[in-house]
Structures are given as structure tokens and as C-alpha cells.
């Protein structure tokens, strides 16, 4: 994703008021919230990705778009959430 998609995440997420604590308080959207987990490889949706496998694993075309770690589409989400794996505003993926 471009840097001007990246730059309007990190907007978004850090003028979220709702959520001052990700780590403790995340949203359902976030990797680690209610709906977002489903999508982690280790999820019920991701882990169908991983049993495909190719494109569709975590690590090919289409399976690493929905790592929260990374800049894809995930990665925004979890942005413009606020999410812990990757924080509005940061570059440093936890």
C-alpha cells in the first residue's frame, strides 16, 4: 500500500478517543479483538487460508494481506484502530 493510505490509517487511529489502552481494551477489529482473531492464521477464517495454502497462506499474495503485522489490508485496519500489532502512528510492528 502507498504511504499516503498508511499516513490516512494513522490519522484515523490516532484521533480514536475511545480506545486509550489497544493492549488492554482492543477493538473488535483489531488482531487480537473479537472479530479481527478470526482472520489470524491461527484463526477459524485464516487457518482456512493456510490449509490452501499458495496465494492464500500467510505469507503469499493474498494470505498476507490479512496480516495485522504488515502494511496490507489488515495492517490498515489495525492501524486505524489502534490495534497492538500495528499501533497508529508507528512504524515498529509488535
Not at 484515523?12 to 473479537?34: D, H, M, Y
Not at 498476507?64 to 500489532?85: S, T
Amino acid at each position: 500500500m502507498s504511504d499516503s493510505t498508511i499516513a490516512a490509517a494513522d490519522s484515523i487511529g490516532t484521533k480514536t478517543n475511545t480506545n486509550p489502552i489497544p493492549q488492554e481494551n482492543p477493538s473488535a477489529l483489531s488482531s487480537v479483538g473479537v472479530v479481527g482473531k478470526q482472520f489470524n492464521p491461527e484463526g477459524p477464517i485464516g487457518s482456512m487460508g493456510q490449509a490452501v495454502g499458495g496465494p492464500f497462506a500467510k505469507d503469499g499474495m493474498i494470505g498476507k494481506q490479512f496480516d495485522a503485522g504488515q502494511d496490507g489490508l489488515a495492517g490498515h485496519v489495525e492501524r486505524m484502530v489502534d490495534g497492538p500489532r500495528n499501533p497508529a502512528g508507528s512504524d515498529k510492528k509488535i
